[in-house]
């Protein structure tokens, strides 16, 4: 889907039941007259599209209580030195019973080399007895359409007949769509978010946290600065030191978990995306956010950036697990991922699942059992896709909520995922309706402080 996501202004039920966790080792179906190997049997996805020198495995019970005490066995060992490997948790564990639950505690990274065949590690690491199921780093890829806008000083029209005063309101057909062709050339009334109709009762709420999985937030923006998730612990804290003690130094607005520190690396996508969720309402500048308050008395809701993306690191990708681990850990209660994996991918990852429930049932509670937000439980949003093809994940994983694309005339853009999979539709932007305007309009990197 196009750079966007829905917020939808009404309290959703979330499924609380839980299916069973599987003890029983994963994989594919027998192939006629072949003789299957450990990894055939293990294996929870293909090495296509497979991120080089990383991947992840599920160990038994009593072999991650080795590790973790740092006493891996012979044949772990022996897999180690032949494939030039190391281990360490894929989750910031600390032992609890809801870590258990979801085999936090059992699943492993596995790095090596790049020059390392991926596949070779995988069968060095299936051939143990004590590893239960091996996950290759399926790459992701973001999904765009939408028009990025920046900030300039000076540019304040602002249309009479709109709630707020954000010049750029204007031209966000996504939210007040009236079909009067003053945004696109071919719209129609009522396609649109129907905003105006939710800021009436609500324009946000600040004790709502959203954790934006994607590229970088441009944090300090001035549309979008003063909606940002801040890690108190950390901003007054000292710097290079874990203040909170949640595992990750110097996260004061999220972390970057491709480059593996606190330094998120801005970019057009990310911040588009947390533009559209709670870029300042009514300051008079750029655009509105669906959740972004009223300014300025009235806090939006709060932005989580988790990067997941990172050109600057093109060969590289998050380890997901971790970040859903993070996010239900620190306070977001809604997920936002306007991405997909590699459309070769036609499973959903074990590790990946297991992460995405844990942050549905866990999220918005704390250790004891007690909501700590406004949410108990969490939910999480997936963009459908933007590949025309009628199965895709995460989206397609029946624990999330997918979100398929529609353009200014209230059909579904050219470029959408489909499917009965789908469980909302929602403006995402179509270039094919209107090249200049079809797209969904948001902040974007370029402005002007003065």
């Avoid at 020198?53 to 973790?68: E, H, I, Y």
């Avoid at 003063?226 to 950390?234: P, Y």
Wanted: one cysteine or more; aromatic letters at 10%; glycine letters at 10%.
């Amino acid at each position: 889907m196009d750079r966007k996501i829905t917020i939808i202004s009404s309290m959703f039920l979330l499924l609380t039941a839980t299916a069973c966790l599987r003890d029983e080792i994963p994989g594919g179906q027998p192939v006629s007259g072949q003789e299957q190997t450990s990894l055939d049997l293990k294996s929870v996805n293909t090495s296509e599209a497979a991120v080089e020198g990383t991947l992840a495995v599920l160990l038994t019970k009593d072999a991650a209580a080795s590790v973790a005490g740092g006493a891996a066995s012979e044949a772990l060992a022996q897999a180690c030195v032949q494939t030039g490997a190391s281990l360490q948790m894929a989750f910031q564990c600390k032992g609890t019973d809801r870590e258990r639950e979801y085999r936090l505690d059992r699943w492993y990274l596995v790095t090596f080399p790049a020059d390392v065949d991926v596949e070779a590690v995988a069968e060095a690491f299936a051939a143990c007895s004590e590893v239960q199921a091996v996950q290759y780093n399926t790459r992701i890829a973001r999904f765009e359409e939408g028009v990025a806008t920046g900030w300039v000083a000076g540019d304040n029209t602002v249309s009479p007949v709109l709630p707020f005063n954000d010049p750029k309101l204007i031209d966000q057909w996504h939210y007040i769509n009236n079909g009067d062709l003053s945004v696109a050339s071919t719209v129609r009334a009522g396609a649109d978010v129907n905003v105006r109709d939710a800021w009436r009762l609500t324009t946000g709420d600040p004790s709502i946290i959203v954790a934006v999985c994607d590229e970088g937030v441009k944090y300090d923006h001035p549309d979008l600065a003063a909606n940002m998730w801040v890690n108190e612990a950390e901003l007054n804290g000292v710097e290079g030191v874990d203040d909170d003690g949640n595992g990750y130094k110097d996260d004061v607005y999220g972390y970057n978990f491709v480059g593996g520190s606190a330094k998120i690396n801005f970019d057009s996508h990310g911040t588009h995306v947390a533009g559209t969720i709670a870029a300042l309402n009514n300051n008079g500048i750029g655009v509105c956010g669906v959740a972004g308050g009223y300014y300025p008395d009235k806090p939006g809701v709060r932005v989580m950036a988790l990067q997941v993306i990172d050109d600057n690191y093109p060969e590289g990708t998050a380890s997901l697990p971790k970040v859903y681990q993070y996010a239900a850990e620190n306070g977001a209660v809604i997920l936002n991922n306007s991405w997909g994996y590699a459309q070769t991918l036609k499973v959903m990852p074990t590790a990946d699942k297991e992460a995405i429930d844990y942050f549905v049932k866990y999220a918005g509670i704390d250790q004891n059992g007690n909501q700590t937000g406004p949410m108990k439980g969490g939910l999480a949003i997936f963009a459908a896709g933007n590949e025309s093809e009628d199965l895709a994940y995460p989206a397609a994983y029946e624990k999330v909520l997918a979100v398929a694309a529609l353009g200014p005339k209230g059909e579904a853009a050219y470029y959408t995922n489909y499917g009965d999979w789908i469980d909302v539709c929602a403006p995402g932007g179509d270039h094919k309706v209107d090249r200049q305007y079809g797209g969904i309009y948001s902040i974007g990197l370029e402005n002007t402080y003065n």
